[in-house]
């Protein structure tokens, strides 16, 4: 099990996380000499240029993998996608072996029925043999069925801890794919709908009663598939940090 934030490049991390002296290149390699993966939320709202993907390979140890969120227009567009100008992208990631999974995560709106499967199973095909892993944002789609139909497309499903509220996910743990996957985006549930800027939605810190929580279906995840990957979401100032070293922790792997 691989346990690392989601996104490092964050200003109000100076301090908390990284030191003031530290010049911004270098924020990724010294994320990476903490922990062996990483999310990256930048390819959600752009296909990086294979010259900046080249880079955060050659920034990184050998055996360290990335998890990069699949570009908007795969997921919330989804009118003509380009399926292969993305993959193209990602070529130095997968050829370096530092690939852990694309991430393709659906808007609220993106509702269980025929269609929306359909696509999915578009998506699979477009993105060829990638490891690839579906995240909902519509708790319509925590179905038993659902579960088998991301089976049989070796489609992985990425869990998560979110606040309780309505039409959101349940914190659930279950496997369909090669990949097992957790986001953990925070439990403010005061701030989720209502907030003036998109950070204070992830402003929460995890207690170690809570991530306790999800220590045997974690261990349950890692036994199920081939590798299982686990990123902090609740990214203000550090608090992310503190949640995967306390989660390592709980695991005994601090």
């Excluded at 393709?104 to 359909?118: G, L």
């Excluded at 696509?119 to 490891?131: I, M, S, T």
């Excluded at 039409?167 to 097992?180: F, K, W």
Aim: charged share 25%.
């Amino acid at each position: 099990m691989l346990v690392g934030t989601s996104g490092f490049s964050y200003k109000d991390w100076i301090g908390p996380v990284y030191p003031a002296s530290l010049p911004e290149k270098e924020w990724l390699g010294y994320l990476a000499r903490q922990f062996p993966t990483v999310e990256l939320n930048v390819t959600f709202y752009r296909v990086p240029s294979v010259r900046t993907v080249a880079g955060w390979v050659d920034k990184t140890p050998e055996g360290f993998l990335f998890s990069v969120k699949a570009f908007q227009g795969l997921t919330h567009d989804r009118q003509g996608p380009d399926f292969a100008g993305f993959l193209e992208s990602l070529r130095p990631l997968s050829e370096s072996g530092k690939l852990g999974c694309v991430l393709a995560q659906f808007p609220y709106s993106f509702h269980d029925n025929a269609e929306n499967r359909e696509y999915l199973a578009r998506l699979r095909e477009g993105l060829g043999d990638l490891p690839l892993v579906v995240e909902f944002r519509n708790g319509g789609w925590v179905r038993a069925d659902t579960f088998g139909f991301l089976r049989g497309l070796k489609l992985g499903f990425c869990n998560v801890d979110e606040p309780a509220l309505k039409g959101l996910m349940p914190r659930v743990c279950v496997s369909t794919g090669p990949v097992g996957y957790v986001r953990f985006h925070g439990r403010n549930a005061a701030k989720w709908f209502e907030h003036e800027q998109a950070w204070q939605r992830y402003d929460y810190t995890y207690s170690r009663e809570e991530l306790g929580e999800w220590v045997p279906r974690l261990k349950q995840l890692e036994e199920e598939t081939e590798v299982a990957l686990v990123y902090f979401n609740n990214h203000f100032r550090g608090q992310a940090v503190q949640g995967a070293r306390d989660l390592l922790s709980l695991l005994g792997r601090g």
